[in-house]
């Protein structure tokens, strides 16, 4: 049910262009009546040009922008009576038509309008709202559904049929308000709901009086019936879904990613489960899209699997083969509408649907999928909707090539920032709550990957992934508190890792601990503890990471974090220094089984790094400055002269030179060892 939530406190004082916004992040903040980057409002207002001289402007929400976080600089605003010509016009392509926009702006520098500023120009109402709620979209894709629009609304609504967004459409629905003065609103067929109002506030209870009327007839012709069908295959056990789907997860992963890496995102929430279940639920999603705003996110039609919920090594082995029928019909689906400017995108599905399990959604980042996973579920009410009504009813598939293939879609990716590095990438980081690890999840981060904190240190973790998210974006850090020397721990960290993105691509065995003493003096305590961090930690971690790899089928990258006391003998850490060279062998071993996979292992053997380390605010530091017969707090100097570059090394070094062996710029590179030590001769490589 939308809500109205317009509060006349918080609209009280607002100018008219700040109550546009207002009016905007309103509509926005209710998905069911918005969806994430679709729809546009605007507003007509007088305006000075850059002579002083009053313009008829049109603010209209910019391409690409979405109503819900919309600030004023989301908006064009355009001469109105530059636009308003164009009425006369017979036709105009949509080329002719940004042509003609572009030189209608009140004053340079604005976003590129809406592809729909037309139909706010053409509509003689001071203020529009387009949107594209569950409720009407669910009307505009039933079969029958001009008559259930006739028979709700009367002459307060027009009906358009369907055709994609521009200039046509643009000048239909004006002419067809402008003949039906008695007119509330316009459904446009497979699209959405056009309304409007004298006053901000008038058109946003316009719009939203006109959805709860809609919803309410559905739900009166959906009373007392199950509208897919009974149940095929019942939701299986929580705990046993989610033991499934992280064995599933990495398998699909692989599958989509060829073209390049995909992140998923696994939904099993009750709607998702009640639909996938269903008895009709593989042939009304196989309809197609409901609208093109669902289309260019979540692709024509989703790839449903058939399943009864028993046979899960069945199901496993399915699933490449699956993914590939849905590649070569999205490959006879290109050909058959393709023009001679046309290049295929990503073949791969944006959804699939698995009964008893749910849904995964896959995207370019975390976001991204969910984005499609979120659309998904506006896409099952509209589908629900339009079932409880008569049948759903979608765009054709040269309706839909049309839509995911039209230059101005296409046009809002080119507005968005160009990918880093690691896009797509998932990075585990075990210590990643300080020192090395932290830098180098910043680092990974900066560079486009999504960083898994694993640390048994649960609120320093917690702190760098959220720090990662509030700088780089949804879905970009996370923190799993994780002892790495607690096996049944290592492997549930790997598995909400693979839940959470749907696979791994980059681990970096970083957890450590470190104790000075001589060997008269180590006790088998000290050398256990450490052996158990350093050595079994980084076989534990390493052993999940390989067997999501193998899964995968797409490679990784494993980088060991050693130590300038792997390479040469150190006085006073017989434990430490050779539990480091330990891992040095372990990385040339696992680097041997990896390549038949594709998988990487490298080291990197840093030194004296001290600042920001946790392991050096311990007795570690006193020991070593014992060790040299020097005060602790001389110790940073003392490291630093003895290097041949006369240099400290920092966290941030150290993280440049991981992320060259987790990056492809060390794509044939495996079994290496890099230095970062400032120069200690003793450690040269050889």
């Known amino acids: 049910m939308p809500r109205n939530l317009w509060k006349e406190e918080e609209a009280a004082g607002l100018s008219e262009l700040e109550l546009l916004v207002y009016r905007s992040r309103l509509l926005g903040a209710d998905r069911s009546v918005c969806n994430i980057f679709g729809g546009n409002t605007s507003a007509k207002t007088i305006e000075l040009d850059f002579r002083g001289r009053p313009v008829r402007t049109l603010w209209v929400k910019g391409s690409g922008s979405d109503l819900a976080t919309i600030t004023l600089k989301g908006f064009a605003a355009l001469r109105l009576d530059d636009v308003l010509p164009l009425m006369e016009r017979e036709s105009l392509s949509d080329e002719e038509m940004v042509e003609y926009l572009s030189h209608c702006y009140l004053k340079p520098g604005m976003p590129r ?32 559904g001009p008559e259930h629009v006739r028979r709700l609304f009367g002459d307060r609504a027009v009906w358009v049929p369907y055709v994609r967004p521009g200039f046509t459409l643009s000048k239909w629905i004006a002419e067809a308000v402008r003949a039906n003065p008695q007119a509330e609103c316009v459904v446009m067929a497979k699209h959405g709901l056009v309304t409007w109002g004298e006053d901000a506030r008038s058109c946003y209870e316009n719009t939203i009086r006109i959805i709860q009327e809609a919803e309410d007839y559905i739900a009166e012709q959906a009373m007392g019936r199950r509208i897919f069908g009974g149940v095929r295959v019942p939701a299986l056990p929580e705990d046993r879904r989610r033991e499934i789907a992280a064995k599933l997860l990495p398998i699909l992963r692989g599958a989509v990613s060829r073209e390049r890496r995909h992140i998923l995102r696994y939904d099993d929430s009750p709607e998702v489960l009640d639909f996938v279940g269903s008895e009709g639920a593989r ?33 496993k082995a399915s699933l490449v083969r699956e993914v590939e029928r849905y590649r070569e019909e999205y490959v006879r689906y290109f050909e058959a509408h393709r023009g001679p ?157 693979v839940l959470a993105y749907g696979g791994v691509d980059i681990v970096i065995n970083n957890a450590g601990i470190a104790h000075s003493a001589p060997v008269t003096e180590t006790s088998t305590a000290d050398w256990d503890r450490l052996y158990h961090v350093l050595v079994r930690g980084y076989f534990l971690v390493a052993r999940e990471a390989f067997r999501i790899w193998k899964a995968q089928g797409i490679g990784g990258s494993m980088v060991i974090v050693a130590s300038k006391n792997a390479l040469v003998a150190g006085k006073n850490t017989a434990a430490y220094s050779s539990a480091k060279a330990a891992e040095v062998h372990l990385a040339r071993c696992l680097a041997e089984e990896g390549g038949e996979i594709g998988v990487r292992v490298n080291v990197v053997c840093p030194d004296a790094v001290i600042r920001g380390s946790s392991i050096w605010d311990t007795r570690w530091r ?65």
Not at 288 to 313: I, M, N, Q, R
Not at 658 to 676: C, M, N, P
Request: overall charge negative.
């Open 283 to 315: 042939e009304v999603a196989r309809v197609g899209s409901a609208c093109p705003d669902h289309l260019v996110h979540t692709k024509h039609w989703p790839l449903f699997v058939e399943w009864d919920g028993s046979d899960v090594e069945g199901l």
């Open 113 to 144: 309008p809406s592809i729909e500023t037309l139909l706010h120009a053409f509509i003689p109402a001071p203020h529009v709202d387009h949107t594209h709620p569950d409720a009407i979209v669910s009307l505009a894709t039933s079969e029958n």
């Open 341 to 497: 400017q046309d290049t295929m995108m990503d073949p791969s599905p944006r959804i699939i649907l698995i009964p008893g399990l749910g849904l995964i959604a896959t995207g370019k980042d975390a976001f991204m999928a969910g984005v499609a996973r979120d659309l998904y579920h506006r896409a099952i009410a509209v589908m629900r909707g339009a079932t409880a009504l008569d049948r759903f009813v979608s765009l054709t598939p040269a309706e839909a090539f049309a839509v995911e293939y039209w230059p101005l879609e296409l046009y809002k990716l080119t507005l968005r920032p160009p990918e880093r590095e690691l896009a797509g990438r998932v990075a585990v980081i075990t210590g990643g709550a300080s020192g090395i690890g932290r830098a180098t999840a910043y680092r990974l981060a900066q560079e486009g990957a999504h960083v898994v904190i694993l640390d048994i240190n649960r609120e320093g973790a917690e702190a760098v992934a959220a720090d990662l998210v509030s700088r780089y974006g949804e879905g970009r850090g996370m923190a799993v508190p994780c002892d790495v020397t607690d096996e049944a721990q290592v492997a549930e960290a790997f598995r909400r890792t």
């Open 622 to 686: 006193e020991e070593r400055a014992r060790t040299y017969g020097i005060a602790p707090e001389q110790l940073e100097e003392y490291y630093r002269q003895r290097t041949t570059l006369k240099v400290n090394v920092y966290p941030e070094d150290v993280a440049e030179a991981i992320l060259f062996f987790a990056s492809d710029r060390s794509a044939k590179t495996t079994g290496g060892i890099l230095t970062v030590d400032g120069g200690v001769p003793a450690a040269y490589v050889r």
